[in-house]
């Protein structure tokens, strides 16, 4: 998986992390135990492809939580990777 597309599923899973307690609390308001097993869910979704695919592709280092333009590791350029 190349940066971009690991980039987009982390910001999608986020934005519907953010998004579902509200669908869910106004469809079903008794079952809080549902949405918060889906949150978690989806939470530890996001922190795999988090730890796991941003990285850089030619050091293989983990590239923190901000969109570098260059390896803080290696010092190659990411932007157009991105």
């Known amino acids: 998986m190349n940066l971009k597309k690991a980039h987009k599923i982390f910001l999608t899973l986020i934005s519907v992390m953010v998004v579902l307690p509200f669908i869910l609390n106004?469809?079903?308001p008794s079952l809080y135990l549902l949405w918060i097993v889906l949150l978690s869910?989806?939470?530890s979704?996001?922190?795999?492809?988090?730890?796991?695919?941003?990285?850089?592709?030619?050091c293989g280092k983990n590239l923190g939580r901000s969109i570098p333009k260059y390896c803080s590791n290696c010092g190659?350029?990411?932007d157009e990777l991105l």
Request: hydrophobic share 50%; glycine share 8%.
């Open 76 to 78: 190659h350029r990411l």
């Open 26 to 28: 106004s469809i079903f």
């Open 41 to 43: 869910g989806l939470g």
């Open 45 to 58: 979704a996001a922190i795999f492809v988090d730890v796991k695919f941003w990285r850089c592709p030619y």
